[in-house]
């Protein structure tokens, strides 16, 4: 693959809008509480992530591929937190 100036500022892009997904990621793992986070707003986002994923696969476009692989991965994470220590909340645990 040729790393031209698009695929460069492509990448850099992908690499800043998926890493700003991590501290929503720790925080909420150390914090156990998922309670103040929206289930729609992240179930949306995730169907999104994962519809530009297969975009990316589509048309072969590294920088969309890599990013949405790797937003979606945190983002089920984060819905995992959600399910998971809402579930430990309601139940008094």
């Known amino acids: ?3 031209t100036l698009i695929t460069v500022v492509g990448l850099l892009a992908a690499t800043c809008t998926t890493i700003s997904f ?3 990621v720790i925080k909420t793992w150390k914090s156990k509480s998922a309670k103040d986070l929206s289930l729609g707003m992240f179930s949306i986002f995730a ?3 994962f519809l530009w ?3 990316g696969l589509m048309i072969g476009d590294l920088p969309i591929i890599l990013a949405n692989t790797i937003t979606l991965l945190l983002v089920l994470l984060i819905l995992y937190f959600k399910f ?3 579930r430990n909340e309601e139940s008094g645990g």
């Open 22 to 24: 991590l501290p929503q």
């Open 84 to 86: 998971t220590f809402d």
């Open 1 to 3: 693959m040729e790393f």
């Open 47 to 49: 169907t999104g992530v």
């Open 53 to 55: 994923l297969v975009y």
